[in-house]
């Protein structure tokens, strides 16, 4: 299978974009018109510049307004082709892009497209090149890939061939069914695009909204079902017509691409198992099923505020690492890791972002598979030098320079509590009732969010939910939950638009997207909230207007509001499934946790009570150390 991206996707000038293209592994470029006229070099320097980037160029791209011109245009038109043949020779390419045409006076007609495609092909081949027609979803007479193959198939000519493109299909709901009975060797390119599914124009939608195979909602796996049922054996390619990208990371936009097409030609594989596909074989998406252990970064006094605050949460530490200066605490099933070492990746975080969580350690069906399909993917493997008795754990980098570590049941790297940890003497049971993480959340800046959720979603067998808007005083910060089939791990990703916000500011003061709260999980949060306060656990004050405006919103029963206004407790309720969360004060620039109790049936993460959460906690300051206890 042959990977490839249209330069207009990525950022940047013509070689950063071949750069970034290369690095993320494609095996060739589209090359966009425009980037070639806008670069500064002839046509024969940029084919051996892409060449020497190890890529192919698999299509030059888009001659408009061609067929069904009235004379004089249309010999004109003819003119303006043999002089983009001109430059595909000299690039050297064979294959350039037809669209159909949006010209005001463009006639209609198939076979008057037909003829001027054959005519066109004619000349093509005399020259060693093709070229394909694409129904552009807002073309004058031709928006339909079934009216541009028949077109291409009465022009009934070796060097005339069609161009699908799933946005054009999927974006005007037309069944991709229909590309079945293409045959294969009449495709002569794919190219593939996204969209989240909002209504506009289409031409507006397609032009700005595009986003990579699994970041949208359009069903782009059907879509190359059907392609490949076909019989087509040509590159697959990306068009990714983008705001946000265009003004991102090249190198990060590139990587994002492949993984989502290595992502999706598995899936495709996986659900139509009688095609073939020439990729390696790797491990389907792994079950991603807790969190293992969080490990913070902390050093000097820092070390022992933060171990105080755990014992105020109701952790104990139960064990010391042998060789390591690293700490465990427990609580129910919620590991938390202190690792104060001056080296290694955690002494890498703490020196660019100061006391924070340095890893995120996943129990997950197989550690082996994880670290395989993420290698398959695009993230590389991580690992740094282990002692005497150390087990290798396997790692990987995720984004923006994080590491998640993966823990299993079979392969014994469960035990390494036990091999690597000594317990320490005056270790005592958990108090408070907390059983688990119900879930984490990661703050990055709004531009990472697709990043990210795609991140997640192709490796793991996890879902996203839709996205909602998190109202903070100073801004909007936008929220979308991954969650694992079952729902037991669930990670929200909260991206900040502004620097104002509380997710914006621990951004800016972590120089990064990490994990901002975590959010652990007990069966009653009034026992667990007491038994904290008794150990000197402040909660976060909420004030009275939040009482009574729950008065007013719910039916509460006698005694209840008493309750939750004692403990700081906020409410919530989805149908008859109730919520109760009680947060930390903000701590190290914004970190937090949050105790739950989600009463049978809550999906949700008590958005409408974020507003006040989040007012309460800018009124007190984030803190540049650990709380007060
Ligand atoms: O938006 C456009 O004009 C345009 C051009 C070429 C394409 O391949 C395409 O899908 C869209
Ligand atoms: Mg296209």
């Known amino acids: ?101 949006v010209h005001p006076r463009a006639l209609g007609g198939i076979q008057r497209a037909a003829d001027d495609l054959a005519e066109l092909g004619e000349i093509a ?36 061939g069609l161009i699908l493109d799933s946005f054009h299909t999927l974006g005007r709901r037309i069944d991709p069914e229909s590309i079945r ?66 003004g991102s990371n090249a190198k990060a936009t590139a990587q994002d691409g492949y993984r989502s097409l290595v992502a999706l030609m598995d899936d495709v594989r996986r659900a139509e198992p009688e095609t073939s596909i020439d990729l390696p074989q790797i491990p389907p998406r792994v079950a991603a099923q807790d969190i293992s252990f969080l490990e913070f970064t902390a050093q000097g006094d820092e070390v022992e505020s933060l171990s105080a605050f755990l014992s105020t949460l109701g952790f104990a530490n139960i064990a010391r690492h042998r060789n390591k200066q690293v700490s465990l605490w427990q609580q129910g099933d919620v590991r938390l890791v202190i690792n104060s070492e001056t080296e290694g990746h955690a002494a890498h975080v703490w020196n660019t972002r100061g006391l924070a969580v340095c890893d995120i350690g996943l129990q997950v069906g197989s550690a082996r598979d994880t670290v395989l399909r993420a290698n398959a993917l695009g993230s590389p493997t991580f690992s740094q030098p282990t002692g005497p008795g150390e087990m290798a754990i396997p790692a990987i980098r995720g984004l923006g320079g994080s590491v998640l570590h993966f823990i299993d049941a079979d392969s014994g790297l469960g035990d390494v509590w036990d091999v690597e940890f000594a317990p320490v003497g005056d270790a005592r049971p958990a108090q408070a009732g907390i059983t688990h993480v119900d879930h984490i959340a990661q703050t990055m800046s709004y531009e990472d969010m697709l990043s990210w959720t795609l991140f997640y979603t192709t490796l793991f067998g996890m879902e996203k939910t839709p996205m909602v808007d998190v109202i903070d005083p100073d801004g909007l910060v936008r ?151």
């Open 1 to 101: 299978m042959k990977t490839s991206i249209a330069t207009v996707s990525i950022s940047g000038a013509l070689p950063e974009k071949l750069e970034a293209i290369a690095a993320a592994g494609f095996d060739g470029v589209e090359i966009f018109e425009q980037d070639f006229i806008a670069h500064d070099g002839g046509a024969r320097e940029v084919g051996r510049m892409i060449r020497d980037y190890g890529l192919d160029i698999t299509l030059f791209q888009p001659f408009r307004d061609f067929e069904c011109l009235p004379e004089p245009l249309r010999s004109k038109a003819f003119d303006r082709a043999k002089r983009k043949f001109d430059v595909m020779q000299e690039l050297g390419t064979d294959l350039i892009l037809i669209c159909s045409s």
């Open 125 to 160: 081949g005399a020259r060693g090149l093709r070229i394909g027609y694409e129904a552009l979803a807002w073309g004058r007479h031709i928006n339909d890939h079934r009216d541009a193959w028949e077109i291409v198939r009465r022009a009934d000519h070796g060097s005339v």
């Open 181 to 246: 009975a293409i045959p294969g060797d009449k495709i002569f390119f794919v190219q593939l695009a996204d969209a989240p599914a909002i209504e506009m124009d289409l031409l507006y939608w397609s032009r700005h909204f595009r986003n990579m195979p699994g970041e949208g909602d359009l069903e782009i796996r059907r879509f190359m079902q059907a392609v490949m049922a076909a019989g087509y054996a040509g590159p697959i390619s990306l068009e990714i017509f983008n705001d946000q990208f265009r």
């Open 479 to 629: 929220s979308q939950a991954v969650e694992s089939s079952g729902g037991r791990l669930k990670i929200t990703l909260n991206g900040a638009e502004t620097h104002r916000t509380l997710a914006g500011r621990f951004l800016a003061s972590t120089f990064g997207a990490s994990v901002q709260h975590i959010a652990l999980s007990t069966e009653d949060i009034f026992a667990t909230v007491t038994t904290l306060m008794a150990a000197g656990f402040a909660p976060l004050p909420i004030p009275a207007n939040y009482y009574d405006d729950l008065a007013a919103r719910f039916d509460m029963p006698e005694g209840l509001l008493d309750k939750l206004k004692a403990g700081n407790i906020l409410y919530d309720r989805e149908g008859e499934a109730e919520f109760f969360q009680v947060y930390s004060r903000a701590f190290a620039g914004g970190l937090f946790f949050e105790i739950i109790q989600r009463g049978p049936g809550y999906k949700g993460f008590g958005g409408p009570n974020a507003p006040f959460r989040i007012a309460a906690q800018k009124r007190l300051g984030l803190g540049k150390g650990i709380p007060e206890t």
